[in-house]
Nanobody
Framework: QLVESGGGLVQPGGSLRLSCSAP????????MGWFRQPEGKGREFVSA????????RYADSVQSRFTVSRDNTKNTVYLQMNSLKAEDTAVYYC?????????????????WGQGTQVTVSP
């Protein structure tokens, strides 16, 4: 039900914007998260945003380079990725979590997209 898009090949220092669309009936009730899984490694937390969009959090490795946002009128969450590095290469997943309060959690995600590949290479 969650569908990511926007991945691709980009040179180091470049930018990409990922999008994740969700079912209209549930999107605005959920906190949304972005995760990534480099080839041969485990999945790791990247960023999260609360249902209202007022709260967000980031992994240390992407802080100040990535920005998460959402448009509840379009049922879409975005991940703007700037100053990309080779180590950002991974499959990126969006996920949804029903949480109490207006929180942006790192854990507790129940619904996942299929992922989109991001490759950072010269």
């Amino acid at each position: 039900q969650l569908v990511e898009s926007g991945g691709g090949l980009v040179q180091p220092g470049g930018s990409l914007r990922l999008s994740c669309s969700a079912p209209q009936s549930t999107f605005s009730s959920y906190a949304m998260g972005w995760f990534r899984q480099p080839e041969g490694k485990g999945r790791e937390f990247v960023s999260a945003i609360s249902w209202s969009g007022d709260n967000s959090r980031y992994a240390d490795s992407v802080q100040s380079r990535f920005t998460v946002s959402r448009d509840n009128t379009k049922n879409t969450v975005y991940l703007q990725m700037n100053s990309l590095k080779a180590e950002d290469t991974a499959v990126y997943y969006c996920a949804a979590a029903m949480v109490g309060g207006d929180n942006a959690p790192e854990y507790g995600y129940h619904y996942w997209g299929q992922g989109t590949q991001v490759t950072v290479s010269p």
